[in-house]
């Protein structure tokens, strides 16, 4: 009920109760001046007597509707006074509504933007365009084999429009997943980028590159650009780019780390870079960073078992070490207490579970396997295993390299 009606109300009440009341008294009054007049005509003075009694009970009645009419006043006044306390609530929930939407509305800001920025944070992926991948997959496209993490959050629409504050643009459903679908082909087209020729290996860390301040804190786009560093070692001849690349590449997969430490590919790609990064460091840092690239390689096996990249990065680890100069372990043995140990056997093991994992794994697995038996003295193994390498078609630098060593082992092997 608004204010005026309410007053009126009021009014209306007292004064129909003061017409009533003004009504009873003079009707009082004129009964009692016509009885007063017959009694002075009829009856004698004792009688006048007894009508100044019955004037006593007259009275007594006015008292008493007087009584009545003061005790109706009084909840009249109550309710008047509950009434007003009634519209101060209202008034005071008016008041709040509108701060009881900001806090929702900052609740709700406060939990999308944590739910955006947290890597772990795992949904389905809905896909609206669908990138062939190639059957036969070389060592390159196993390396992109890790899930796709994309952020992805659920918002309330509110039902009253009239209330929603202009200023703050809230993301609707479909907004969040045509950003989850934009991510996703992102990543899609980073790994299919990745496993082509050079022209596109480029394109694919130039457009990375691009997407850096957009999604520099998500951890499936962070070890990719560290991958497509990786990329861009292996497509340079100049030292100095070699060494830039793959410090940046460093840093970005240790980044990647920080924020999932539970990453596997993560960890593979920074023990990459630390491999990278060996080969131009000195005796020192370089038996550092092979310590970082075994500790990170076991990490990355234990959260992601199936992977050959891993098994294969692992193998070439054991060979490498196998080979270690005696300065070099003596260095190792100085400064680290322990220097690295592994055999060709050790090698051999982790090549030979690559090729369990995923037959017809890459061609410098093969090329590897025949260098291990090589070394060991058992001609015919090797001879086989080369056989094998030569013949995988050359369709990377990393292929390029894999077929030299295959001709200096064959060449070696028919002396």
Not at 304 to 317: A, H, N, T, V
Not at 356 to 375: T, W
């Amino acid at each position: 009920m608004s204010q005026p009606d309410s007053r009126a109300l009021v009014l209306s009440v007292l004064i129909g109760a003061a017409g009533i009341s003004l009504a009873l008294v003079w009707y009082k009054s004129r009964k009692s001046r016509v009885y007063t007049t017959l009694t002075d005509y009829y009856l004698s003075n004792n009688e006048r007597h007894s009508q100044f009694n019955a004037d006593d009970r007259s009275g007594g009645a006015v008292l008493l509707f007087q009584g009545k009419q003061t005790e109706m006043l009084e909840k009249l006044n109550t309710l008047i006074l509950c009434v007003s306390e009634l519209k101060d609530e209202v008034k005071s929930l008016k008041e709040g509504i509108p701060k009881l939407q900001e806090q929702v509305r900052e609740e709700l800001r406060g939990k999308l933007e944590s739910r955006r920025m947290s890597p772990l944070h795992r949904a389905t992926r809905r896909k609206r365009t669908e990138i062939p991948r190639e059957d036969c997959l070389s060592s390159e496209e196993a390396e992109s084999e890790g899930g796709y993490v994309t952020a992805h959050t659920d918002t309330e629409e509110e039902s009253d429009e009239g209330n929603k504050d202009p200023t703050v643009n809230f993301p609707t459903t479909e907004d969040l997943i045509e950003k989850k679908d934009e991510f996703t082909l992102l990543m899609q087209t980073a790994d299919s980028l990745h496993t082509g020729p050079e022209s596109e290996k480029k394109e694919g860390f130039m457009m990375l590159l691009e997407k850096k301040d957009q999604y520099g804190q998500e951890v499936p786009f962070l070890w990719r650009l560290a991958r497509s560093y990786g990329d861009m070692f292996d497509l340079t001849s100049d030292i100095e780019d070699k060494k830039s690349y793959t410090e940046a590449g460093k840093i970005f997969a240790e980044k990647a780390i920080t924020l999932d430490p539970m990453s596997a590919d993560s960890h593979q790609w920074f023990a990459i870079m630390c491999g990278y990064m060996s080969e131009y460091e000195s005796v020192q840092n370089k038996i550092k960073n092979g310590y970082l690239f075994k500790d990170h390689l076991d990490k990355a096996i234990e959260l992601k078992p199936q992977d050959p990249l891993s098994y294969y990065l692992l193998g070439r680890w054991c060979y490498a070490v196998s080979q270690l100069s005696w300065i070099e372990r003596k260095v190792a043995a100085t400064l680290f207490g322990n220097p690295p140990t592994a055999t060709i056997q050790d090698a051999l093991h982790y090549f030979h579970k690559v090729e369990e994992i995923r037959p017809c794994y890459s061609k410098f697995n093969y090329v590897c396997l025949a260098k291990c038996y090589k070394d060991l003295g058992q001609t015919v193994h090797a001879l086989k295993w080369c056989d094998a390498a030569s013949a995988m078609a050359v369709a990377s630098n990393e292929d390029k390299e894999a077929q030299k060593e295959l001709d200096s082992i064959l060449s070696s092997l028919s002396q």
